[in-house]
């Protein structure tokens, strides 16, 4: 886990806020989307030699969004999981969960 750590540390000195890209007019106000999340991490990852990857997993309870930071060289991870609950059960409805989840 050394590895991934120290990896992780150096990433965060150089990792910066998402850029608010996208307006939300029910709520008014304005949030980063997935992909300007997703760019302001990706480079300062990479760089220290850290993959990022987001899966769907089958729980006992429903689907769950797997997140694991994965230090390339050593094969060191750590992983978070968090249920899906759409307030849709069909295909759109776990899409927008998922992608709303992948930005937290």
């Known amino acids: 886990m050394k590895n991934l750590l120290k990896s992780l540390l150096a990433a965060q000195a150089e990792i910066t ?3 608010k890209n996208a307006s939300n007019p029910h709520f008014r106000n304005r949030y980063a989307d997935l992909s300007s999340v997703l760019e302001s991490v990706q480079e300062p990852l ?3 030699g850290l993959v990022l990857t987001q899966t769907l997993r089958q729980e006992t309870t429903g689907v769950a969004l797997v997140t694991t930071l994965w230090h390339a060289e050593s094969g060191e991870s ?3 999981c968090i ?3 759409p ?3 069909d295909p759109q409805g776990y899409a927008a969960a ?3 989840y992948r930005r937290l």
């Open 17 to 19: 806020n998402p850029v």
């Open 46 to 48: 990479n760089k220290q």
């Open 78 to 80: 750590m992983e978070s």
């Open 83 to 85: 249920a899906l609950n």
């Open 87 to 89: 307030t849709k059960t």
């Open 98 to 100: 998922c992608t709303y």
